[in-house]
């Protein structure tokens, strides 16, 4: 059995209160004294692991009454998600980005697993060299585009 870090149990938790309410609200504070962490520690996980590219919408207010809410970005169907994800695709793109993309692809049914992987495999920065930002964004374009029109199982 693998044994989880801190940022992994923070993760969790708050992923937690999202599928309670579908917003967690939560006072950085206030969960790092819950986990015995500073501030910072929960800051990096949420610049992490709660990334739009991963499916996540971050609102944050500092100060004395501040807070952090995340909610999880729905979509009307899986075209929606699609053209939104295809409308912020840059000129280049992250491997990190990419794996995000993907695995929300997969979580979201419209990948398999061993489609996401093949598709991981042929899109690193050892792959693909030293424009490798600029050809996994088209890439990943022309992945999105295909999906689109193909349509779902």
């Known amino acids: 059995m693998a044994i989880k870090n801190t940022s ?3 993760e969790e938790y708050i992923k937690q209160l999202l599928a309670q309410s579908g917003i967690a609200e939560i006072k950085r504070s206030h969960l790092a004294d819950t986990f015995q962490v500073v501030p910072s520690q929960i800051n990096y996980v949420i610049k ?4 739009e590219s991963r499916g996540y919408v971050v609102e944050s207010k500092r100060g004395g009454g501040g807070y952090i ?8 169907d899986q075209h929606h998600m699609l053209g939104n994800l295809m409308e912020n695709i840059g000129e280049s793109i992250s ?3 990419f794996t995000d993309i993907i695995q929300l692809l997969f979580d979201e049914n419209v990948l398999s697993e061993c489609e996401g992987n093949l598709i991981l495999a042929t899109a690193s920065d050892e792959v693909l060299g030293q424009e490798s930002a600029v050809i996994r964004a088209r890439m990943l374009r022309r992945i999105l585009q295909r999906l689109d029109r193909k349509g779902f199982r």
Do not use: G, H, L, N
């Not at 992490?48 to 990334?51: D, L, Q």
């Not at 809410?69 to 009307?76: H, L, P, T, V």
């Open 95 to 97: 491997e990190q980005v």
């Open 69 to 76: 809410r995340i909610a999880k970005i729905s979509f009307s």
């Open 48 to 51: 992490t692991r709660f990334t």
């Open 8 to 10: 992994d149990s923070i």
